[in-house]
């Protein structure tokens, strides 16, 4: 069983930036794919940001250029940069790993409790 915990969410205004944090237990951190995904109320929860066991990223469109995800895994950890913050990125954010890579057709192994990013003016 792989427990994720993250950390870093709050309330910034536009432009801002916020850097989220995601632990996870057990040694076979490295062996997963990550992601982060986020869900406003009202709205499907959407795919924002991979990493694979071996580094590739992928991002959702709306935030290309001002997300960063990235991983250490000497910390079992993995976090998402969020810089030039817009009101509509506004939603609780999840972690989520899954032993083969995380795309919008698969459903992840493992999930987050997940943290709210608020941004507004």
């Known amino acids: 069983q792989v427990q994720l915990v993250e950390s870093g969410g709050g309330s910034v205004h536009p432009g801002g930036s916020l850097r989220l944090s995601c632990r996870t237990s057990g040694s076979s951190f490295s062996l997963y794919s990550m992601g982060w995904y986020r869900q406003d109320p009202g709205k499907e929860r959407e795919l924002v940001a991979t990493i694979t066991a071996d580094g590739r990223t992928d991002y959702t469109d709306s935030v290309k250029g001002r997300f960063t995800i990235s991983r250490d895994n000497d910390r079992n950890t993995v976090f998402l940069q969020m810089d030039s913050l817009k009101a509509e990125d506004t939603a609780v954010y999840y972690c989520?790993?899954?032993?083969?890579?995380?795309?919008?057709?698969?459903?992840?192994?493992?999930w987050g409790q997940g943290t709210q990013v608020t941004v507004s003016s």
């Open positions: 989520a790993a899954r032993f083969m890579p995380i795309t919008k057709l698969n459903a992840p192994d493992y």
